[in-house]
């Protein structure tokens, strides 16, 4: 992870209170502004404008039982598509040839197609939020993990940044020596933010990425990371050192992948009195109905505008930085944009594609701005709709061969606008979101942790 320069630390201090804040906390106007030359926003419709005659009466709180049912699909197919991601590494593992690390590596990129619907359920539940770290985060110092290229520049003052837990059995941070000999589940969680430094991430998606791909070390030119299956190779033909313990690492960091799923599947089922203990979904469902829609909203917003248009778009855009690109090892990130995207409008509309081809659909928030107001549930479909063909746009271009590291380099007129038409997008459509909220009467957007 390079150390950001100056455009990035600004922009970085730009996102930040946009996830802080969202939709409508109360931030300062120059908060609000960012992204950069984003969309002017769009007028609250009047709370007043008729409905259509014949909109039938909904219940808000069968918007809010769907909700939660959606978000039991999303994460159950996120979890049965992490199984099937830890049958083809334990194949990997066995056989570590090029064409079980290809078929691993084709695993991680099914496992993100759900798993990135579900962060539209961040920011507004707390319980997601505080668990999203160990299964999500990123950007992280790679250098704590494994081996990395020579000029490799990571993040300042970071005590873990050199650590190399595969090659090392020890590390000492101040004071206090850690022993690394047993790599554990319960080890690799430890170490996340090691030092307190947030570039330090042991765990998750990101950290079984980089030991299928490592280091993408092209720049801003055409490639992916091209880590030899050679490297997981026990004995004389073995590349990259301690193969043994770096197989060993990939499969415990998976299991706990699984385990950590596991958990918030449980949290979202339906409540049974036999279980002895409420688990999260029964708590949101006994909450005032306004907190229920606001929770909804919040997530849409926050994922919308301060996560994804923010941090995740427009700092890797305006620093040209591919280390601020998300899904940076493997170049998927346009894929993982487009189903941030989609997620967020599955929550709106009230229905879910599963990956079996079933479809979870029920009471929408769509239905209840409509029976209020039709204008305004028009727009934020409108505004949805053409968010995902910004999103689109880049997923096409990444198909055709100009994958998103490419897209914000520096010089790349046309790569840099398909960026900039996503940022844009995702901004007018947050503005049609808040504009939703307000006919719904719901204010107070502020994220779940603050």
């Not at 049912?69 to 056989?95: C, G, P, R, Y």
């Not at 000999?181 to 969680?189: K, N, R, S």
């Not at 940076?328 to 009230?350: E, M, P, R």
Request: net charge negative; aromatic share 6%; charged share 20%.
């Amino acid at each position: 992870m390079k150390q950001p320069n100056a455009n990035t630390a600004a922009f970085l201090l730009v996102s930040g209170l946009l996830a802080s804040c969202l939709v409508l906390s109360g931030c300062d106007k120059k908060a609000e502004q960012a992204p950069a030359n984003a969309a002017a926003p769009v007028a609250t419709p009047a709370v007043e404008a008729p409905a259509a005659a014949s909109a039938p009466a909904i219940d808000p709180k069968a918007v809010i039982n769907n909700y939660a049912d959606i978000a039991l699909a999303t994460f159950s197919d996120s979890l049965n598509e992490a199984l099937k991601l830890q049958v083809a590494i334990d194949a990997f593992v066995k056989n570590p040839d090029a064409v079980h690390l290809q078929a691993a590596r084709t695993a991680w990129i099914a496992a993100r197609t759900p798993y990135m619907q579900t962060e539209a359920f961040r920011f507004g539940n707390k319980v997601v939020d505080d668990w999203e770290g160990q299964v999500n985060a990123w950007p992280l110092d790679e250098g704590l993990i494994d081996y990395v290229a020579t000029d490799y520049q990571h993040a300042l003052g970071n005590p873990g940044a050199t650590a190399n837990i595969i090659a090392n059995t020890t590390l000492t941070v101040g004071e206090q020596k850690r022993d690394f000999t047993q790599i554990t589940p319960e080890l690799l969680a430890s170490l996340n933010e090691l030092g307190g430094s947030e570039a330090n991430v042991a765990t998750g998606y990101h950290a079984i990425e980089f030991l299928l791909w490592g280091q993408d070390l092209n720049g801003t030119n055409a490639g992916a990371g091209n880590r030899p299956a050679t490297d997981f190779v026990v004995g004389k033909d073995c590349t990259g050192g301690h193969c043994e313990r770096r197989a060993q690492y990939l499969t415990v960091v998976t299991a706990l992948l699984i385990s950590d799923l596991q958990g918030m599947v449980a949290e979202w089922q339906p409540n049974t009195e036999s279980s002895g203990k409420e688990n999260y979904r029964a708590q949101l469902e006994k909450e005032p109905v306004e907190q229920g829609l606001r929770t909804m909203l919040v997530g849409m917003g926050s994922l919308s505008l301060g996560e994804l248009a923010g941090q995740r778009m427009q700092v890797a855009l305006e620093a040209n930085s591919t280390e601020d690109e998300h899904d940076c090892f493997s170049d998927n990130t346009h894929a993982s944009h487009f189903y941030d995207g989609k997620g967020i409008q599955n929550i709106y509309l009230g229905e879910y594609a599963r990956t079996d081809g079933s479809v979870v659909k029920g009471p929408s928030l769509s239905s209840l701005v409509a029976a209020k107001n039709v204008a305004a549930d028009t727009e934020v479909k409108n505004q949805l709709a053409n968010t995902e063909k910004q999103l689109q746009a880049m997923v096409d271009s990444a198909n055709n061969g100009q994958h998103f590291d490419q897209l914000i380099a520096s010089g790349n007129t046309a790569g840099n606008a398909l960026v900039k038409n996503s940022i844009d997008a995702l901004t007018a459509q947050t503005n049609a979101i808040e504009a939703a909220a307000a006919v719904l009467g719901i204010t107070e957007l502020k994220s779940a942790g603050e």
